[in-house]
């Protein structure tokens, strides 16, 4: 049995990514690379704007309908969409969860089309 990521599930981590890239800069680049236990504290009003950030650009509460400000995506998406985001914001040695076991479903197709 071989695990592997579709070309859709390939095209939304290249999403994350580029979206990180370009958002994760300027006032925000100070939150690069931190995060985890003890690290609450730092830069309150700039973790508060980089929230409205990832909200603005629907990367929070993913999993809620588009019509609510999500993006409508199923569990797998989320469990396989994070590298990225952990890597433009995470110390560079953060253990790394696995990957998703579930690289391809075809409730992810319909779930993509709005179909569920």
Do not use: Y
């Not at 070309?7 to 958002?23: C, K, L, N, Y």
């Not at 790394?96 to 993509?112: D, E, G, V």
């Amino acid at each position: 049995m071989q695990l592997a990521f579709s070309a859709a599930d390939e095209a939304f981590r290249s999403e994350v990514a580029a979206w990180m890239g370009e958002h994760l800069r300027g006032e925000f680049e100070c939150l690069r690379h931190r995060g985890g236990p003890g690290d609450e504290e730092a830069f309150p009003e700039v973790r508060k704007a980089w929230e409205r950030e990832l909200a603005a650009g629907r990367w929070t509460c993913v999993g809620w309908p588009v019509e609510h400000g999500g993006r409508g995506l199923i569990v797998e998406e989320p469990v396989s969409t994070p590298p990225p985001l952990r890597a433009a914001v995470m110390p560079p040695n953060a253990p790394q969860p696995p990957a998703s076991p579930f690289p391809s479903n075809p409730l992810h197709t319909l779930n993509r089309k709005g179909a569920l």
